[in-house]
């Protein structure tokens, strides 16, 4: 499908002074896509050139509009040397490939120069013209979706949920093609940003191409990452849900303030096997990948936990032959597919059936045994191994799919940690095989998971369980089995019934290593990587029963690899489900000679254990209601076993005996304090202070228990950077020093956002890299909502005379916090945890940018800032439009660090530019929001001897167009009206 690309170079402003004689600008622009070059003229003397050029016109095939993003130059003249290079700019023609998208790319887009960042703006107009091509052979995927939204788009009905698709695309990085002497930092720097925006469209265009082999068109839940390998190579990855979607009509219901899945979604998508492998258009021999091949590369497979009482399940006595053939059905539906899995993490009513517990594999490769760095055949035999083994794992709970998946890496040296995980689960057959079941099977499967309950229910057989687990009655129906615990990587069902409100726990853990080398290293990894995920599990069920909890969702377990510690850190979403039984407490149990002293030291810390398990309980209003009498009456499950949380396997089982549980409920969680690690355990088991009042998080899209939303939103990010500890480390004040920086890291957000009370932070995304050695970088994203009306008006009715200021001029997102960059004279000296660089704040320089805003030529109205957010939906408003995805890759080098004010300033200055890039592109496609926003990859390189740092920023999510619900009589447009927005609100500005 040929097609032909226009390009047309209005005007530029605020360009830079790249004359010193006069001040001034001699600018003229470059056009280039592919191997074809065009130029402007050069306008003298000007920091406001205006072009106005003629239609640049390039005849290119679709393979290569999707490939090739188009590149702008803006150079300044020189008569007698070679021209000043001012910026670039990228820009994706991807969207314009759709159907039903934009028609056209035009707005003022920044000018971006990797060392020197922002450097003014250009506006340009990009068309293309397409022509129909019924090549069955063709090599590119124009129509095919992509959303990064793990739910199904808000207007679109799932017709077809194909399965998964993945793909990864190999290059060396120029990075490592420059001898270090005479390496320049712009040539390498573009070099690279070129090339990965290269690499990310041809990986778009062949997942599109499984995709519609598949016959599909769209792909949900797209997730991109890059892996940067040093010597070995530049990796760029993908995953998604395959599926085919339906546009809804414009008169469908807005979505309720609490966002669950709009009525529409209930109209039962139909959900078939392919008729052929997920994979058949795959170049890459991993059916046919030999032993030979596989040994060639040192790998250690990592255990992975089945974490025991996670399971949920299905029929008791009573439904044991329809579980069978529920099974059996479930099975032959997906038989037909190599991995049965699905990035989604929120789905249609009706499709997920039961949840049998996480499911998780790890695997320690070494980076240097490639032979050939340019061919992805040994990166996918190593992804295939870790997904057979979270399939097989899935198979031994009972379950045949795996939802809420995804992949990822930890790369140190030539050691690369890959990570992947997903929650094992039954689908229902009715999506699964169209029409096969019969009416009577399907009436009964329907009475045996009622609505609320029935995602709980274990799946796998009671008497064959893969490990040991704690089963009793469901407490919502009393007919099937649930565990006592569950733990997911999804997000709360709708229907599920919750008591209270839930709660973001997290675990987090430091552990030392010896530096070593190659293999040496790669097996020290792996045999601490069994005994982390163990304590990190360990931690959160104690926190979760800390809490009086009994079930976690949106799990996310990182493990990041340095030179020599290893972290982890987990993130989930605690809550209260009615279904399960009520948790009991925390049992301390001494194991020491007989000391008074010591046994009252117990006695405090147990009091000190029930006091706060009682005020988490009044917290979060967990009350669950008394079970009527004609429950009580009914068969009652056998008891059940103690758990206990041993800290040492070298224990004989004869000791049990020893522990003295007549304290507190038989059924407690036992704690060993044998020695003084488990000591401090208890100790910051305590320490793990509740939020402030007024304030909620989570780290799922929807805050459990709270649904009466307000439109104030106000998404932030936050990076820090800290040195751990650099005398004599150990793994505990490794481990508190940790701790103490995430406290602080979130203490420091609830401050920011004090005047939004009540509000609850959503999406709360952590990531923990290691760039150097001891020095530990954390970045969040998430975003602020308020949920209580009336006073957050209030809340909104005394801003200062600074905010009244910036209320009535064109800029930023209303944030609670100043703007102005840290003064901390100490920002670029080493780190302590006290001395955190933190990036709550927004930069003035894009500030300066946005206060320019405008709307695309042509028009006369101004627009509002676009509005950014990590959730998939804006409450109170309705998405009308999907304009495409949005996936960019940032990288800013200085070598001014002190003076741009330390490594707060630099990485500041950079994320707030980063703010306005994607804003500016998304404005360009008419769009007036970015949701499902995430922040994927944060590299941060620093060398404060030379006074250098380099960073690397990914960044996606979703432009759309939505209307808020006030302004629903207003015509559609892709800018609403700034007048129909509230003039103080948070997260909104007015123009």
Sequence with gaps: MPGKLKVKIVAGRHLPVMDRASDLTDAFVEVKFGNTTFKTDVYPKSLNPQWNSEWFKFEVDDEELQDEPLQITVLDHDTYSANDAIGKVYIDIDPLLYSEAATVISGWFPIYDTIHGIRGEINVVVKVDLFNDLNRFRQSSCGVKFFCTTSIPKCYRAVVIHGFVEELVVNEDPEYQWIDRIRTPRA??????????????????????????????????????????????????AIGTACTLDKLSNTSAFLPACNSPSKEMKESPLVHAPSHGCRSTHNSPIHTATGSRLTQNFSVSVPTLIYTGMGSGSAGKEGGPFKTLLRQQTQSALEQREFPFFTLTTFPPGFLLHVGGVVSARSVKLLDRIHNPDEPETRDAWWAEIRQEIKSHAKALGCHAVVGYSESTSICEEVCILSASGTAAVLNPRFLQDGTMEGCLEQRIEEASPPGCGFCHIPYDELNMPFPAHLTYCYNCRKQKVPDVLFTTIDLPVEAIVVGKGCLIQARLCRLKKKAQAEANATSISNLLPFMEYEVHTQLMNKLKLRGMNALFGLRIQITVGENMLMGLASATGVYLAALPTPGGIQIAGKTPNDGTYEQHISHMQKKINDTIAKNKELYEINPPELPEEIIGSPIPEPRQRSRLLRSQSESSDEVTELDLSHGKKDAFVLEIDDTDAMEDVHSLLTDVPPPSGFYSCNTEIMPGINNWTPEIQMFTAVRVSRLSNINPTNQTLNKNFNDLCENLLKSLYFK???????????????????????????????????????????????????????????????????????????????????????????????????????????????????????????????????????????????????????????????????????????????????????????????????????????????????????????????????????????????
């Design 188 to 237: 390498s720097n573009e070099a690279r940003q070129r090339l990965i925006s290269l690499m990310s469209g041809e990986l778009q265009r062949k997942i599109g191409l499984k995709v519609l082999e598949m016959r599909g068109n769209a792909v949900v839940g797209y997730l991109q990452c890059f892996d940067l390998e040093g010597e070995s190579g530049l990796v760029v990855r």
């Design 753 to 991: 956002l004090r005047s939004m009370v009540p509000c609850c932070l959503c999406h709360v995304n952590f990531t923990v890299a290691l760039p150097e050695d001891e020095l530990v970088q954390i970045a969040v994203t998430a975003v602020a909502i308020t949920y209580d009306k009336n006073q957050a008006l209030q809340a909104n009715k005394a801003p200062t005379e600074k905010s009244q200021q910036r209320a009535s001029t064109d800029n930023e997102e209303q944030l609670q916090f100043p703007l102005e960059l840290s003064s901390d004279p100490l920002s670029s000296q080493p780190f302590s945890p006290a001395k955190a660089t933190s990036l709550e704040k927004a930069s003035p320089l894009a500030e300066g940018y946005l206060r320019h805003r405008s709307v695309p030529s042509g028009t006369n109205s101004t627009v509002s800032v676009v509005k950014m957010t990590p959730l998939s939906f804006l409450p109170g408003a309705k998405i009308t439009k999907y304009l495409g995805i949005i996936n960019m890759f940032f990288i800013r080098e200085t070598t001014s660090l002190r003076e741009e004010g330390g490594v707060s300033g630099f990485l500041h200055a950079f994320i707030a530019e980063v703010f306005a890039m994607v804003r500016a592109h998304v404005a360009a496609l008419g769009g007036n929001a970015v949701v499902s926003y995430i922040m994927k990859q944060c590299v941060f390189m620093e060398n404060p001897n030379k006074n250098q740092a380099q960073c690397l920023i990914n960044v996606s999510g979703d432009a759309v167009i939505f209307v808020r619900e006030s302004e629903l009589e207003a015509l559609p447009v892709p800018a609403p009206a700034a007048a129909a927005q509230p003039a103080g609100s948070a997260g909104d500005v007015t123009t």
